[in-house]
């Protein structure tokens, strides 16, 4: 988790600078680099997950031993780091248009490692949990905002909602054409016996217990991180403090 949070952090100022860009542009300075730093900080963040994904799992010992024994062999371990080091890859948007033809390749060509990745993707819910988390932290990001008071930011509930449904169909969009390349990439040295292992684990029961628990920590996370940086943006905007 530790080498996870370090990923998340530099997609974390890439995602700030994106934020200052379209709601501030070049007025950020060293006041918001400091506030992104901070509301990425992993010390902060990883207790949060933490408590998130334990609350979720502390009923259900039969899927943390299944976790326990599938991730804690060598086959499972080098799951995990090809899905890190693949996430730390596809940052640089060269390598992430890369992963998008390569994953036409492997479609028009029938490769069956793609058919086990969109399994795999299916098993775990992947497209809607991922949906879900964006919009849950798109409306944590309006909360933050509305937080500060300041004449001008959103405050009425129903539609922070109505703005958030709004995004549905283009997050749906996004995360689809963004997450069978990145899986693709990230499974590529891995035998497909392996990957088909992994994707009868995520299809059990427990499996999909262990991911929904997975997602409930990230969506703690991401909705605090979203909070803070909504509450930032709009004294950034107004040149007010809080």
Do not use: C, H
């Not at 937080?147 to 509930?157: E, H, I, N, S």
């Amino acid at each position: 988790m530790e080498d996870v949070f370090a990923v998340m952090v530099e997609v974390g100022k890439s995602y700030g600078d994106s934020i200052e860009g379209q709601m501030f542009p070049g007025r950020g300075g060293a006041a918001w680099a400091a506030r992104v730093e901070a509301a990425y900080d992993p010390a902060a963040l990883m207790p949060v997950f933490a408590k998130a994904f334990e609350a979720a799992l502390a009923q259900d010992p039969e899927a943390v031993a299944m976790a326990e024994a599938f991730f804690g062999t060598p086959r499972g371990q080098e799951i995990l780091k090809l899905e890190v080091e693949a996430r730390r890859a596809i940052l640089d948007t060269a390598v992430e248009e890369a992963a998008q033809v390569e994953a036409e390749r492997m479609k028009a060509e029938r490769d069956p490692k793609l058919r086990l990745v969109r399994e795999l993707v299916e098993a775990g819910d992947l497209i809607e949990m991922n949906v879900a988390g964006a919009m849950s932290a798109n409306l944590a990001f309006f909360e933050g905002m509305a937080a500060t008071g300041a004449p001008g930011m959103p405050a009425d509930r129903e539609s922070m909602m109505s703005e958030v449904w709004g995004q549905e169909e283009s997050i749906r969009s996004e995360t689809a054409n963004w997450l069978v390349p990145f899986l693709a990439l990230a499974y590529q040295p891995l035998p497909e016996t392996d990957l088909k292992d992994y994707v009868a684990f995520s299809a059990s029961p427990e499996g999909r217990r262990l991911n929904a628990a997975l997602f409930a920590g990230f969506d703690a996370v991401s909705r605090k991180v979203s909070f803070e940086l909504g509450r930032a943006a709009a004294v950034a905007m107004t040149g007010n403090d809080i």
